[in-house]
């Protein structure tokens, strides 16, 4: 097994498709058959399910794909290493943010990377808090900015940043906009949710169980824009860790309304406990904590206390 065919292998999976993968990493497409023919001969199993529409990996595939990214992740970070022991920093580093914080938060940080880290190529992702989560699990990812209460178990390496509080986004069939809302209001609510194991869902569900009620669940949409497009369209209600629609295109929709007793999720930056940071991914995460900080505080985001290092 060659790292040029794990390379390979995984820009497959990525692009969906033989051609595609080809003519991003500029390799002839026999070629690139060749290569993952040979890969699975060696491993035995077939890799990928390829049909009309493309390919896609099988369960052996996808236990390859998550493998292969964590061994390539550390053989790029092997010259940054290397060249630790003094000069600039330097290297690579994989950077997930959860979808929620907006695009004003992931803008900020490329250009606060560019300007402290010149010598750092960040990559950046943004998914739900629990995609992320996997991700960093799995090694895929370097670091992450997620969302996470204490309801889940502490497996990762984590730095606190900010308390932020849960708001109601009221569905346009309400008669009269609320300001807040409380536990039995919002199990009376037809309600548009995210699926588990999302972190604003579980404290949710948590939160009506112990107060002997159960939500009116009436969709589920795991994404931030197709979730404020389903309220807009007033199929429902939604739950965001945000008080500011604004960042992530809800602007027109009405204010939304803090939940009373309130329910709170934790910011924090996780890595792997497993897999200690490299220099240019510390210097990274200190650059967050920082940028985090003072964007709070100008900010002065609804709902938000800033618990980190002051």
């Not at 803008?107 to 943004?126: E, F």
């Not at 210097?283 to 290092?309: C, D, Q, S, Y």
């Amino acid at each position: 097994m060659r790292f040029r065919q794990l390379r390979y292998f995984c820009k497959i999976v990525e692009c969906g498709s033989f051609s595609r993968a080809a003519a991003t990493i500029h390799v002839a497409q026999p070629a690139l058959s060749q290569q993952i023919g040979e890969l699975e001969t060696q491993m035995g199993v077939e890799l990928l399910h390829r049909s009309a529409r493309g390919v896609r990996a099988t369960r052996a595939g996808e236990v390859l794909y998550r493998e292969a990214l964590a061994i390539l992740r550390q053989l790029d970070q092997i010259p940054s290493l290397i060249r630790a022991g003094g000069g600039e920093v330097e290297g690579s580093v994989s950077l997930g943010i959860v979808t929620i914080l907006g695009p004003r938060v992931a803008t900020a940080i490329v250009s606060a990377c560019r300007q402290a880290l010149p010598k750092v190529t960040l990559k950046l992702i943004a998914l739900d808090s629990a995609s992320l989560r996997a991700r960093v699990e799995a090694q895929t990812l370097d670091m992450a900015i997620i969302f996470e209460s204490a309801l889940f178990p502490p497996v990762l390496t984590r730095q606190p940043l900010f308390r932020q509080r849960l708001y109601f986004i009221g569905h346009q069939l309400l008669a009269v906009p609320l300001s807040s809302c409380s536990l039995a209001q919002l199990a009376e609510q037809p309600l548009i949710l995210p699926s588990h194991p999302n972190i604003v869902r579980v404290l949710l569900e948590h939160a009506l169980k112990g107060a002997g009620l159960a939500p009116t669940i009436v969709a589920e949409v795991d994404d931030a824009a197709n979730l404020l497009a389903a309220v807009r369209a007033g199929l429902g209600g939604a739950i965001l860790p945000t008080g500011n629609l604004a960042d992530i295109g809800g602007a027109d929709l009405s204010a939304p309304a803090l939940i009373e007793p309130p329910l709170y999720c934790t910011a924090s930056v996780v890595s792997d406990s497993d897999a200690p940071l490299s220099r240019a991914g510390e210097a990274l995460r200190m650059l967050l904590i920082e940028l985090l900080r003072n964007h709070l505080e100008k900010e002065r985001l609804p709902g938000t206390e800033w618990i980190g290092p002051a």
